[in-house]
Every structure is written in C-alpha cells, then in structure tokens.
C-alpha cells in the first residue's frame, strides 16, 4: 500500500506545483495571490511631493515616449550621474525614496504610464521587506505581480526589467527574505515583455565578503563607485532588451 499511496501523493503534488506555476505565468492578467493581504503601515501617499515635483518637471520639458524609465526607490533616486553611467541608453529617473511595491503601483499612473515606456527597469522590494512590520517573500512576490499586471494592461508594449535586491550590508538580517523574493521574481520573469537582471555580483567579492568600498557610511546606499558598477551589468543587459 505504501508505494501506490506515495505515487498518487507524487502525482497530486506534480500538479499542484503545475497549478501554482500556471497561474504565475499568465502573460497580462490577473494574478492569483499566493500569501494572505499585507496590511500597509505607511500613508500609500507619503511621497506625494516628490511626485508632483516629476508632474512639473514633465510638464516644463515634455514627455518622449518609449524610452526608458527607471522606477523605483532611493537606490534609482540616489543616481546622480544615470544618464552618463548608463549611456548610450535615453534614460528617465523616476526614483523616490523609501518607495515600497505597493507605491510603485499607487504612482504609476503619473509617473510611468504617460511616458510609454519601451523598457521600465524596477528597483523595489528591499524596503518592503525590511520595514517596521514583517513582510513575507510570498506577500512582496503578491504585491510586484500586482505591478506587472497594472503595466501590462496600461502599457502592453512595455517590457519590464526587474533589477534584483541588492543584500544590503545594513539589513543583513533581511538577507534570506530578499533571497528568496529575487528567486521567486526570477522565476516569474520569464514571460513576454519580462526579465531579471542580478546586480547583487557587482557588490560581493568572489570569496563571499562585501564590497564595503561601494557603499556610503550607511551601508544600504551605493556611492558613486558602486553605481559604475552597476552600469557594467545593466547597461549591455538592458541594450539587448531596448532594440
């Protein structure tokens, strides 16, 4: 009786784990949750002056569409030099600082959608998961989904990079949560229009320790340097998605 009773249990897990991916991978619809609600602990509006400030700069030089906007939290928001570091590529910085998931959905509509973006490059995820009030990789995983499905139905021809969590020297605590949601987003992002890009290589040296030389004296932020680094990784890997 054992052996019939494992392969049945075999063959019922099999299809479960085909259910599961099925529903992750659905090109531009709604995606099933996997984890309960997280409950926001933060005004979803807190950054509403740092986006009035992209309005105005958009309305005082206009918008270009189809070129390639960087959305995110302080680690996009913090790079100064982008346009030179990440040339030849037409980039726009949209990055605000201490943006969540749920943010990046809740602006989305002022600061992605009018651009039209041809190739969107996300930085998002590392503050929703080290913030006062645990949030799970399943949840954040539930949320960037959410995300995806708002620009493939808002902006269908838009191809959506997601830039990994970098493993933060000042939230190592968070290291195995942001693990496991860059593998989960990884995994995710083999359909149409998405991909994943690793910048955490850049950070590490190859025996394992921290580039600690590529941080401000905060250890969560990159300095100039760091983002040079950056640039050695994104930029050949977002030309070949930009063409």
């Not at 998961?129 to 021809?157: N, T």
């Not at 994943?196 to 932020?221: M, Q, R, W």
Request: aromatic letters at 12%; hydrophobic letters at 35%; a positive charge.
């Amino acid at each position: 009786m054992t052996p019939l009773v494992t392969k049945r249990n075999f063959f019922v897990s099999s299809f479960l784990l085909l259910l599961v991916v099925a529903s992750c991978q659905r090109s531009s619809l709604t995606y099933q949750p996997i984890a309960e609600p997280f409950a926001l602990d933060y005004k979803i509006d807190r950054a509403e002056e740092e986006i009035k400030k992209f309005e105005q700069e958009d309305a005082n030089k206009g918008i270009k569409k189809g070129q390639v906007v960087l959305y995110g939290s302080s680690s996009w928001r913090l790079w100064k030099d982008m346009a030179t570091d990440l040339a030849p590529l037409p980039v726009v910085n949209r990055g605000f600082g201490g943006s969540t998931i749920p943010e990046l959905i809740h602006y989305a509509e002022r600061t992605v959608i009018p651009h039209e973006p041809k190739l969107l490059v996300v930085y998002g995820g590392e503050n929703d998961l080290s913030g006062k009030k645990f949030k799970s990789a399943e949840q954040l995983f539930d949320s960037y989904r959410d995300f995806v499905s708002l620009i493939q139905k808002r902006s269908p021809k838009t191809h959506i990079c997601f830039v990994s969590m970098k493993l933060s020297p000042s939230r190592r605590q968070h290291w195995a949560e942001v693990t496991k949601g860059n593998k989960m987003v990884k995994a995710f992002s083999t359909g149409k229009r998405l991909s994943y890009v690793d910048i955490n290589p850049a950070l590490f040296h190859p025996n394992g320790t921290v580039k600690s030389e590529l941080y401000t004296k905060d250890s969560l932020h990159i300095n100039p340097q760091g983002y040079r680094e950056y640039a050695k990784i994104l930029v050949p890997f977002l030309q070949k998605k930009y063409k």
